[in-house]
């Protein structure tokens, strides 16, 4: 469709193919749709970050993933459940557990987990770096 300039005119029309796009690896195609998104004035919303967020964690690229994380942030919308567990398990997989604990922490902070979710989460960290 974008090959032929033609471009979906809604957020959830290109929420699917940016998940599709991800889910099959396709990160360059994935950021281009929400690229054009934007450029054409199209409001993206926590679903749009979080898809583009998970695809960047299933290919490794956890920096690529806080960065739209940050990005969300930074345009006023609020990061929820699915995105703070998509960056974290994103961290846990590279291994980067600092980084998941300081998220962890900004999620109780903001209410986003309960302190026994988060001490359980701490206990499976620990028991898995064991």
Same mark, same amino acid.
């Given at each position: 469709m974008v090959s032929q300039n033609i471009y979906p005119n809604t957020t959830?029309?290109?929420n699917v193919l940016i998940n599709d796009f991800?889910? $099959?690896?396709?990160?360059d195609k !994935?950021?281009?749709m929400f690229d054009t998104m934007i450029e054409h004035g199209e409001k993206s919303n926590q679903i749009t970050y979080t898809i583009l967020m998970k695809g960047y964690c299933l290919k490794g *690229?956890?920096?690529? !993933? $806080? *960065?739209i994380f940050d990005q969300m942030t930074s345009k006023g919308s609020l990061p929820d459940m699915v995105s703070y567990s998509t960056l974290f398990k994103?961290?846990?997989k590279a291994n980067r557990i600092n980084d998941a604990l300081v998220l962890l922490r900004d999620m109780v902070q903001k209410g986003v987990v309960s302190d026994q979710v988060a001490q359980s989460t701490l206990n499976i960290l620990l028991s898995k770096r064991a």
């Open positions: 959830i029309t290109r991800s889910r $099959k690896g396709l990160m !994935a950021r281009n *690229e956890v920096d690529l !993933a $806080k *960065e994103g961290y846990v």
